[in-house]
């Protein structure tokens, strides 16, 4: 069964101190990994989706990473507006996504 | 990327009573997806929708709680029948993008009392 483990479950930054959020995966046969941020009372928002060991992805002050046991989002100099909560999904076989819970950041300014 | 349009964006209801939330994409998808989110959760799959087909339920999930109508490639309802409390939660239908995710709509916050 495929599971997904995010850490930590809250963060919170002064603006412009770095860090990086965590998702362990087990999974078998991963076709890919998903980040999405959502923010209150609205539905995911696609950020990376990452298929291999190694590949990396970059938007704005966000960037990914994938091993064959994890990935990470690394957030550089953050602003109050990357304030949300932070998804890991990954996807194998027919099934579609399979969500962790979450990090929920809070960038002060 | 796809849009879509969830609809209503929250509601409070009543035990005993159903609720029919409703998504339209401005595209046509062959498999439309249905989540839960419950409170401090993550997001739980439901069911996928296929148009012409009945809809395949994952575990814990039956029809006759969360029916799925599939009339065609654009649009798609869940209804959440027979309400208790526990059924309160945030419910997300989603489509595979022509692209490299998924795209979800906005989500129905729903209060069941």
């Known amino acids: 069964e495929d599971q997904v483990t995010q850490s930590p479950e809250a963060l919170r930054l002064q603006e412009g101190e770095s860090s990086s959020l965590n998702c362990s995966y087990t999974?078998?046969?991963?076709?890919?990994l998903f980040w999405y941020r959502q923010d209150p009372g609205k539905g995911p928002e696609f950020l990376f989706t990452?298929?291999?060991a190694g590949e990396e992805k970059e938007k704005e002050r966000l960037k990914a990473t994938l091993t064959k046991k994890e990935s990470f989002l690394h957030i550089t100099a953050p602003k109050p507006e990357d304030s949300a909560t932070y998804l890991c999904?990954?996807?194998?076989?027919?099934?579609?996504?399979?969500f962790g819970k979450g990090t929920r950041l809070s960038v002060i300014a | 990327s796809a849009v879509i349009s969830q609809k209503p964006s929250r509601d409070i209801c009543q035990r005993g009573t159903s609720l029919t939330i409703q998504c339209q994409v401005d595209?046509?998808?062959?498999?439309m997806f249905w989540y839960r989110q419950q409170p401090g959760q993550s997001l739980t799959l439901i069911a996928t929708a296929n148009q012409g087909s009945e809809a395949t339920y994952e575990s814990g999930f039956v029809i006759d709680k969360f029916p799925i109508s599939r009339p065609n490639l654009t649009f798609s309802t869940l209804t959440v029948s027979n309400m208790s409390p526990e059924d309160s939660s945030i419910y997300l239908c989603s489509v595979r993008d022509s692209g490299e995710g998924y795209t979800f709509g906005s989500g129905t916050r729903l209060t069941v009392v």
């Open positions: 999974v078998s046969g991963l076709r890919g």
């Open positions: 595209s046509q998808v062959t498999m």
């Open positions: 999904a990954v996807n194998s076989g027919n099934t579609p996504l399979v």
């Open positions: 990452l298929y291999s």
